[in-house]
């Protein structure tokens, strides 16, 4: 998939795994702008190492972190998007290996094959890195991104995109804190049987939580952008 329209970009699930240390899919977040026009965001928490500090730092954002297990969240969003005829969007195939992975070596249930089905259909879950890749060839083709560290070709991450349509994430939540944050996150709850967390270890909580907000919430303005200038564009180039 190439393209979506306005209203796709608009009420799509945008979502992001991060993981640290010994647990890939350690938390999903997922984002979308519900039926009031209000902005929810979720993440779900799947390492039951992490699950004390959800608890202990869930007293104001009760809305937000939730214990979890990845099959019944898959599941939920799945309902989410079919019964409100939504798209999902994750950045790359990582969410989708992810997901393969969660299922792989062992027998599946009917449900839980279907559940995988529909997650590795790129009409349910789409790549918004493809898309963003054909924005950009088309709106920006002067524009090459730097390439990854002992590489040479464009590096399409999508920081680089979030720099290109200028939607600004803060140092201390951006790219290459996540992984350590959660192990350090982790290794303090088992080393303290379930904290309480100290300073430092909050403050990288904070910063692993809030990296994979901007992910989701940058990840769909970029979507929108790329939805509104493609619209735009073949409307006009409809009226040549």
């Not at 009760?62 to 989410?80: F, G």
């Not at 040479?152 to 992984?179: D, F, M, R, T």
Request: hydrophobic share 40%.
């Amino acid at each position: 998939m190439k393209a979506v329209n306005d209203d796709e970009a608009l009420r799509g699930v945008y979502i992001d795994f991060e993981g640290g240390g010994p647990v890939r899919t350690a938390l999903l977040g997922a984002l979308w702008l519900d039926d009031s026009n209000k902005v929810v965001f979720r993440q779900y928490v799947f390492d039951k190492a992490l699950w004390p500090t959800v608890e202990e730092h869930n007293t104001n954002n009760e809305d937000i972190w939730e214990v979890a297990d990845l099959t019944d969240t898959l599941e939920k969003l799945r309902q989410l998007a079919e019964a409100e005829d939504r798209l999902v969007f994750a950045y790359s195939e990582h969410e989708q290996k992810m997901i393969k992975e969660h299922f792989r070596g062992r027998e599946l249930l009917l449900q839980e094959a279907e559940l995988l089905d529909w997650w590795l259909e790129e009409q349910n879950l789409v790549n918004a890195r493809r898309i963003a890749k054909y924005w950009k060839y088309w709106k920006h083709p002067k524009v090459k991104f730097p390439p990854k560290k002992g590489q040479k070709k464009e590096w399409h991450s999508l920081q680089n995109y979030l720099n290109l349509i200028g939607y600004e994430v803060p140092p201390e939540y951006g790219p290459g804190v996540v992984a350590s944050a959660i192990n350090q996150v982790r290794k303090e709850l088992i080393e303290t049987d379930g904290g309480p967390l100290s300073e430092e270890a909050s403050l990288v909580w904070e910063q692993a939580v809030m990296h994979n907000f901007h992910d989701c919430c940058g990840m769909r303005e970029l979507i929108i952008i790329c939805a509104t200038e493609h619209s735009s564009g073949s409307t006009a180039r409809n009226h040549m």
